[in-house]
């Protein structure tokens, strides 16, 4: 493998890195609104206009890729890897035929191999295994003593002479069965088992390779919340030719030297590790079908198809913010947060809020005197805390981005201990055996073999498929290395993220066909033509393809400033009220047929929320394809063959790719009392594209000698 994507380093103006997650560019330093006539659907867009106008620096990284002697090397060497891996695989077979009509199938695969390692010794790993370490942290948080050990990285893998990311699997015994059984003339009865092992040492080195930036390839960057726009100012942008390396905060370790670790300093580091408890995905794959010879050359089928995956794998974070618990009253901080939260809905005013147990106990630093609405007043430590997420009309801080409130509070516990960060840390998200998933289906075909010129298939599928995230194995999600699509968002949790897969397709229709035209010699019709009429009219065969298929799902409306559970992962956003997609074809094409409507109806994510999953469904796609063509025998040794096709033969374009689905705070209300709930952005819910291809005619003519 040879890749230059971590070999550049990198420098943003990102309005979401600034010490409030973007507020600070809309409010001066007292808190007021520089723009109060401000549409709320509008933030988004000022924000990043006006983060670029500032023209300071609010995100940069220098991209730090190493020699195996340990030397650093300068921007833009590449990154040049080779895997290896040994796989031994035996399989037993044999088939007894009990009776003439019955038969049984059996047989034993059993697979191994080595966890990929790099051959020239570019591999480090934890110490700590981190599936342990994590499971560390969830009993600290539920004892009210958070686990801050330090991760430590040492050479790794059987070229270093060291144990490799994960221990090897020698279990992997796979059995399977099948059985066919005619019980009458025209009836049989067919079902099978089998237990599969994936393969995913190859694309997992690849993959964790192409987005690990711990070991020989490293990151030095700055936090979030590093600046503000009024007394911790970023660096200015000069140029394209900008010295990141030069810039603030920004460390360079010119020798590696291992055993080592990132320093303990709090800065919120979001790198990507492996879990040393990965074991071989596998499924149970079953399936039972009843088939029947209806005659004439009919055939019906009818079948159920099962499968049960796990230990498949997904990513989670392992340094994900403790939900740390209060051990004298038991109350953890997801569940107290979400008290405040429902307050802030009901717009209380901060004087009046009283004492919660979490807030007293674990944040007791936060408690003191505060200005705001033009007076001083005490805080207990539960209204200082709810100032911070209060509404600006009741004199908060109006905060909703509640990881960043975690980063502002780390230290205002009973002691030093950091409460909800790992020191390390803002994200280090783990490649884990820890997937599930369950697929069954109900799977009817009627066939027709080819008898007078007619055959077709014609098959419907209702399928169900469900998981706890879908990803493909090979490849890093949306570009977001493994805090993509098969990312899992709250750890603690698992099944909080079980839903419809992104796959999923509940009905699924398609038909195949063959007819020979009965025009020509031997033919109903035309069947004395001459040699001129039997090459126009006689010996033409068409074909057809036919399918329907239900929505796949479009993806859900998320928060577009907000990061409420996971650092580096931004939630979706919960639905309030019953809420279907009703995609429109007029006009600006939209998955909602009312764009205000579907916006008002979600609320942002609470803490430990993952959000909706996989809710609303696209359009159901609809294709036909057809073809004709025609053999001329020109002589004994020449054949001559027309053919034209057309795809998508009727054009009709059903429409996918969404635009944006991001909300911002509270969409589904005013900020202030008695005002109106913010509207979508005009690219809210709007479709970018189709799918499949608009009508596709071609023409070939071929000749066979």
């Known amino acids: 493998r040879s890749a230059f994507s971590a070999s550049y380093d990198t420098l943003l103006t990102n309005p979401s890195f600034y010490e409030g997650s973007g507020d600070s560019v809309i409010f001066d330093a007292a808190g007021k609104d520089i723009f109060p006539n401000l549409a709320t659907r509008s933030q988004v867009n000022t924000r990043d206009a006006l983060t670029a106008l500032i023209g300071r620096l609010s995100q940069y990284s220098a991209n730090l890729v190493y020699d195996r002697s340990g030397k650093v090397q300068a921007p833009g060497t590449g990154v040049v890897r080779n895997f290896k891996t040994q796989e031994y695989e035996g399989y037993l077979q044999d088939s007894w035929r009990l009776r003439p009509n019955l038969t049984v199938t059996a047989g034993m695969r059993w697979s191994t191999s080595t966890p990929v390692y790099e051959a020239s010794g570019y591999q480090v790993a934890p110490t700590t295994g981190l599936s342990s370490f994590f499971d560390q942290r969830v009993a600290g948080s539920a004892a009210g003593v958070p686990y801050n050990g330090l991760i430590t990285l040492d050479y790794a893998g059987k070229a ?48 964790f390779d192409a987005v690990n930036a711990i070991g020989f390839t490293s990151t030095s960057n700055i936090n979030a919340n590093t600046f503000n726009v009024s007394d911790k100012l970023g660096p200015l942008y000069t140029g394209l030719s900008q010295d990141v390396r030069n810039l603030p905060k920004i460390i360079i370790t010119p020798t590696l030297a291992f055993p080592a670790g990132q320093p303990a300093d709090g800065n919120r580091r979001i790198q990507t590790s492996l879990d040393d408890k990965i074991a071989t995905p596998y499924n149970h794959a079953f399936n039972v079908s009843l088939g029947r010879d209806l005659g004439r050359g009919f055939s019906f089928e009818a079948s159920y198809v099962g499968r049960v995956a796990r230990s498949l794998l997904v990513s989670r974070d392992v340094m994900t913010p403790n939900n740390i618990k209060d051990p004298k009253s038991g109350a953890d901080w997801y569940g107290s947060i979400r008290t405040l939260i429902d307050l802030r809905d009901k717009v209380t005013p901060i004087t009046s809020i009283q004492p919660i147990a979490f807030f007293e106990n674990m944040l007791p630093k936060l408690a003191g005197p505060a200005t705001f609405l033009g007076q001083t007043v005490n805080l207990t430590a539960t209204q200082a805390a709810y100032r911070r997420v209060a509404r600006t009309v009741v004199g908060g801080n109006n905060t909703t981005d509640y990881t960043t409130v975690q980063d502002i509070w780390d230290l205002r516990g009973p002691t030093n201990n950091p409460l909800f960060y790992q020191p390390q840390y803002g994200a280090l998200t783990t490649f884990s055996t820890l997937g599930t998933s369950d697929y069954n289906s109900a799977q009817f075909s009627l066939r027709k073999r080819l008898e007078k010129g007619v055959s077709f298939d014609f098959n419907y599928t209702y399928g169900h498929s469900i998981d706890i995230a879908s990803g493909a194995q090979n490849t890093s999600a949306s570009g977001q290395g493994n805090f993509g699509s098969p990312f899992l968002r709250n750890p603690f949790d698992l099944n909080m993220n079980r839903g419809n897969s992104n796959f ?74 019953d809420l279907n997609s009703s995609p429109t074809r007029t006009g600006d094409p939209n998955l909602f047929s009312d764009p205000t409507y579907a916006y008002q109806s979600y609320r942002n994510a609470y803490p430990g929320e993952n959000g909706d999953r996989n809710k609303l469904r696209l359009p159901s796609l609809f294709n036909i394809d057809i073809g004709l063509y025609k053999s001329f025998t020109i002589t004994e040794q020449i054949k001559l063959t027309f053919r034209t096709e057309a795809f998508n033969v009727t054009n009709t374009q059903h429409f996918t790719g969404i635009s944006t689905l991001g909300v911002v705070r509270d969409p589904f209300t005013s900020q202030t009392p008695g005002g109106a709930a913010p509207g979508p952005p005009n690219t809210f819910g709007k479709f970018t594209g189709i799918q499949g291809s608009p009508r596709v005619l071609q023409f070939a003519l071929r000749v066979d000698f």
């Open 160 to 207: 270093n002479n060291k144990p490799g990311f994960y221990s090897q699997d020698w279990n992997n015994f796979a059995p399977s069965i099948s059985v066919a059984w005619q019980f009458s003339k025209k009836m049989v009865l067919r079902g099978g088992y089998r237990t599969i092992y994936d393969r995913i040492g190859s694309a997992l080195a690849t993959n």
């Open 504 to 577: 999923d397709i509940r009905h699924n229709v398609n038909m195949n066909a063959l007819y020979q035209l009965p025009s020509g010699k031997g033919k109903m019709f035309f069947n004395h033509l001459n040699k001129a009429g039997e090459a126009i009219l006689g010996g033409w065969t068409s074909t057809g393809i036919f399918r329907w298929a239900s929505g796949l799902p479009s993806g859900q409306p998320f928060d577009s400033s907000q990061w409420a559970t996971n650092f580096n992962s931004q939630s979706n956003a919960v639905a309030l009220r």
